[in-house]
């Protein structure tokens, strides 16, 4: 205690002291146990200690007590307590440093706001006593009596109170309302390295408590403890910190309880435990589990995109054909599928720029890896850069845990970005950056992944002019279009017509579980006439409708008429083949123009439905959600197909 800086005492008048030692003859000190000051001594507790009145009046009571601070304040507050105490278990230090075994008698007083102890001192080795007068002697008598059955009472709860708290496994540790420590138990002093004459006496706030853990000052006006005996209520706190004696923190969880004195609090007890090794556990046991959730995400997502895979409408892995057109296709795949070059396939729609790209994955060092595709016309425009690079939780409304993006979890492998056109613009810059330097962010996250992903993309649409238009980037056209392979319209390659409609034809039945169907040459002849703007998937489609309403094994083609082409040599005219041949060229407003009654007819043939195995998706063999899309951006009203009363 007297170690260390305590307030000043409160100035006390002359008459206090007279009222205070008036009526005592034997070595008498009043004390002011709050600062630890003695405010006056008479001249026999000056004789019986070897010092100075004035010498006394300027030491602190705990230095004259060496040793044995935590018995002093269990006896000032015994005797603050019931208003009066007596003890043998205090010796007082003489001037020459050697040790005075006395009997104290204190006693509470209470002046102008303050709390002081009148303490009386009676020397136990003096073989003399001086003379008093017989009422002073009973007094004395009667007194010791009383003193001796309070010393017995204190001692004994001294002592199980002593037990108590050096048993207990928690720290413990109490204040007065004031924030100063009345009392520290061994558990604290071994958590804490402080010892308890070193908190005794002093505000424990400001050396234990002062700092958050990030070392942000702990005013103690927000201090739960202090809370606890100024609003009189119970605070518990499962995590915070504590100040080691050498700096350094420690985890703790406590429990602040007010103490009460007769409806009034004067304090609190405090209950606390180290939690560090816990808290680490825990924060090792949850990262842990962040990995885990986040391996087990990546493995959902990659067995989906290989469900998706075999599930796959195309429902076969070879490109099928024996134009020119695939053979030179099958040479630039043979060229390009052992590097790490990027690729862009250009083509119609279901002209099969996915089974090219799939069979370019399949030919590559990365077909251990999984094949990501991604259907850029599908992706909301809000939720792309989520897509793309993932997120974090709570990264924006709805983001309830961490996702991983298509670039991560392509990782290794190859990312297929199919309709690449459809990327925003303001997005097109952050995947061109990933394309170059193989890093990305996710939403919410500053750190900055990377990736090794090699990219195939494929479009339906002129690059080249949306480029002109402003539409896309040319710096990311010019990093997609390393290797271009142009997928050409069933159109232009009839020879390719036959197979594909006998592998399709295969295919259907074992998957619909009906008899072999076999084309005839003249239902062949049929199919090379027409010019399908759908190209395969419109080919599949017709032949899947076939199969279901074929009847006693005979297939029936139902195409539509205006599309029909002459193909039979003996009617070649080579003026007509020449402006069919200009015909065949479309500009973009034609494809677009082709697509949109491509889709009219689709939504005529199923009165509007987009759903379900007899909709318009499923017709065009393309996810309703993709033909959804479409038909929100050519402003078709698919109502207007619908019949009256069904919309």
């Given at each position: 205690m007297d170690q260390i800086a305590n307030p000043p005492p409160p100035t006390v008048s002359d008459a206090l002291y007279q009222q205070a030692l008036a009526s005592h003859i034997h070595p008498t000190l009043l004390v002011?146990?709050?600062?630890?000051?003695?405010?006056?001594?008479?001249?026999?507790?000056?004789?019986?200690?070897?010092r100075s009145i004035s010498d006394l009046k300027s030491t602190a009571m705990s230095s004259l007590h060496k040793g044995q601070v935590p018995s002093l304040v269990v006896f000032s507050q015994a005797a603050l307590y019931h208003g009066f105490a007596w003890t043998r278990g205090l010796n007082l230090m003489h001037a020459d440093g050697t040790e005075i075994r006395l009997e104290h008698e204190a006693r509470a007083l209470h002046w102008e706001g303050e709390d002081y102890l009148i303490i009386i001192l009676c020397d136990l080795d003096a073989r003399h006593r001086r003379d008093v007068d017989a009422e002073a002697d009973n007094y004395l008598r009667e007194g010791i009596a009383e003193w001796r059955r309070a010393e017995r009472f204190f001692r004994e709860i001294e002592r199980e109170n002593q037990l108590i708290l050096g048993a207990a496994g928690e720290g413990i540790?109490?204040?007065?309302?004031?924030?100063?420590?009345?009392?520290?138990?061994?558990?604290?002093?071994?958590?804490?390295?402080?010892?308890?004459?070193?908190?005794?006496?002093?505000?424990?706030?400001?050396?234990?408590?002062?700092?958050?853990?990030?070392?942000?000052?702990?005013?103690?006006?927000?201090?739960?403890?202090?809370?606890a005996f100024r609003e009189g209520i119970v605070r518990r706190v499962d995590d915070e910190v504590f100040w080691r004696s050498d700096g350094k923190p420690i985890r703790v969880e406590y429990t602040s309880t007010p103490i009460r004195d007769h409806g009034l609090v004067i304090g609190a007890v405090i209950v606390f435990r180290d939690i560090t090794e816990r808290k680490i556990a825990e924060e090792k046991l949850h990262a842990a589990l962040a990995e885990v959730d986040r391996l087990r995400e990546r493995l959902e997502l990659e067995n989906a995109y290989l469900q998706e895979e075999i599930l796959s409408t195309n429902n076969h892995h070879e490109i099928i054909g024996q134009s020119e057109a695939i053979n030179s296709a099958l040479k630039?795949?043979?060229?390009?599928?052992?590097?790490?070059?990027?690729?862009?396939?250009?083509?119609?729609?279901?002209?099969?720029?996915?089974?090219?790209?799939?069979?370019?994955?399949?030919?590559?060092?990365?077909?251990?890896?999984?094949?990501?595709?991604?259907?850029?016309?599908?992706?909301?425009?809000?939720?792309?850069?989520?897509?793309?690079?993932?997120?974090?939780r709570g990264a924006f409304t709805g983001a309830v845990r961490d996702r991983v993006g298509r670039f991560e979890l392509a990782d290794g492998g190859t990312l297929f970005l199919d309709e690449v056109g459809e990327i925003p613009l303001e997005l097109q810059g952050k995947l061109l950056r990933v394309l170059q330097d193989q890093k990305f962010e996710r939403i919410g996250e500053e750190r900055t992944r990377e990736v090794n992903v090699r990219l195939l993309a494929a479009t339906n649409r002129d690059l080249k002019e949306e480029v002109r238009l402003g539409r896309f980037r040319e710096d990311l056209y010019f990093r997609l279009n390393v290797f271009p392979i142009e997928c050409r319209p069933l159109r232009e390659r009839p020879d390719d017509i036959p197979p594909l409609a006998t592998h399709f034809l295969r295919n259907i039945c074992q998957r619909l579980n009906i008899p072999q169907l076999t084309l005839t040459?003249?239902?062949?002849?049929?199919?090379?006439?027409?010019?399908?703007?759908?190209?395969?998937?419109?080919?599949?489609?017709?032949?899947?409708?076939?199969?279901?309403?074929?009847?006693?094994?005979?297939?029936?083609?139902?195409?539509?008429?205006?599309?029909?082409?002459?193909?039979?040599?003996?009617?070649?005219?080579?003026?007509?083949?020449?402006?069919?041949?200009?015909?065949?060229?479309?500009?973009?407003?034609?494809?677009?123009?082709?697509?949109?009654?491509?889709?009219?007819?689709?939504?005529?043939?199923t009165r509007g439905r987009i759903f379900g195995p007899d909709g318009a998706a499923a017709l065009l063999n393309v996810k309703p959600t993709t033909l959804a899309s479409r038909i929100k951006k050519l402003r078709i009203d698919r109502r207007d197909f619908t019949p009256s009363g069904q919309h």
């Open positions: 002011h146990p709050q600062s630890d000051r003695i405010m006056f001594a008479n001249q026999a507790a000056a004789n019986l200690l070897g540790y109490g204040v007065n309302s004031d924030g100063i420590t009345t009392f520290v138990n061994p558990a604290a002093e071994r958590m804490l390295g402080w010892t308890a004459e070193e908190l005794v006496g002093k505000e424990i706030h400001s050396i234990i408590h002062h700092s958050h853990v990030n070392g942000a000052p702990y005013h103690a006006e927000h201090c739960p403890i202090y809370n630039q795949i043979d060229l390009v599928a052992p590097t790490d070059a990027n690729v862009l396939i250009t083509g119609e729609s279901g002209t099969g720029k996915e089974l090219i790209a799939r069979a370019i994955h399949q030919a590559s060092h990365r077909r251990d890896r999984v094949l990501v595709r991604v259907n850029c016309a599908a992706i909301p425009h809000e939720l792309f850069e989520s897509e793309f690079f993932g997120h974090v040459n003249g239902q062949v002849r049929s199919l090379m006439k027409y010019d399908w703007p759908g190209n395969a998937r419109e080919l599949e489609n017709i032949i899947e409708r076939a199969a279901i309403l074929a009847r006693d094994g005979k297939l029936n083609f139902d195409l539509p008429e205006p599309n029909r082409r002459e193909t039979d040599p003996g009617n070649a005219d080579p003026a007509r083949d020449q402006i069919n041949h200009a015909s065949a060229i479309l500009t973009e407003d034609d494809r677009r123009k082709r697509e949109y009654d491509n889709i009219i007819r689709a939504l005529e043939t």
